[in-house]
């Protein structure tokens, strides 16, 4: 079975650029999330969505940051401006709806503003 | 692995040996818990799960024990290999809509 896809799997640019990244979960999953990690502060949520809705978008750090779900099979993170404390690795996982389900992650998408 | 916080709690085995990674949750209404593997460079992945109705499970080489009353969780893998070497996180959810909360991690280092 084909698990979280994430792209690109590394992505370096210059500070001021936008940076968007991908996400495809895994097909029947309702929930989709995105989690910032960083050396200092670990694993974060930034937003989950539920059926293509958002529900909570309190982890996401600033107005530079959104997020959006055209459809079940896939999700963009945009990052505009980028700068270079966003630099992190950047993960995507999805559940199923059903109670209490484990996430499955992606293998993240590296990060790296100069 | 890189992408982790530094100064984790790490724990050092000898391959074969029995590893007990631990956990204290904050949530005393959190009634589902979760234990993740993360590999250098790649995402968190599934191992084990536990429910608050239940103080033990077991998995392939893997056992999960909840104990509810002091809010502690804990891993324990039998029979170390190399191929455990991880950062090891618990997260915990409640209330049925399975929104987790990570802890910090610890990193599980097998020496061959």
């Known amino acids: 079975d084909a698990g979280v896809i994430q792209s690109p799997r590394h992505e370096v640019t210059e500070m001021g650029q936008e940076v968007t990244l991908r996400c495809k979960p895994i097909?029947?999953?309702?929930?989709l999330f995105w989690y910032r990690q960083t050396m200092m502060r670990g694993l974060e949520l930034l937003i989950y969505?539920?059926?293509?809705?958002?529900?909570?978008d309190s982890g996401m750090p600033e107005d530079r940051f959104s997020a959006k779900m055209p459809n079940a099979s896939f999700s963009t993170l945009k990052i505009q401006p980028s700068e270079p404390r966003d630099s992190a690795v950047y993960f995507c996982?999805?559940?199923?709806?059903?109670?209490?389900?484990?996430?499955?992650f992606g293998d993240g998408t590296r990060l790296s503003i100069l | 692995g890189e992408s982790v916080g530094l100064h984790l709690p790490t724990l050092s085995v000898q391959e074969g040996d029995n590893s007990i990674i631990n956990c204290a949750y904050s949530n005393s209404a959190s009634d589902y818990f979760i234990w993740y593997k993360q590999e250098s460079g790649k995402g968190p992945q599934f191992i084990i799960d536990?429910?608050?109705?239940?103080d033990k499970r077991q998995g392939q080489r893997v056992t999960v024990l909840l104990n509810k009353t002091v809010k502690h969780l804990s891993l324990q893998i039998a029979a170390t290999q190399p191929g455990d070497s991880a950062v090891y996180f618990c997260?915990?959810?409640?209330?049925?809509?399975?929104?987790?909360?990570f802890g910090r991690g610890t990193s599980l280092i097998v020496h061959p």
């Open positions: 969505f539920n059926n293509n809705v958002p529900i909570d």
């Open positions: 996982a999805s559940s199923l709806r059903r109670t209490n389900q484990p996430q499955h």
């Open positions: 536990i429910r608050s109705n239940m």
């Open positions: 097909s029947g999953h309702d929930y």
């Open positions: 997260a915990e959810g409640e209330g049925g809509s399975y929104i987790p909360t």
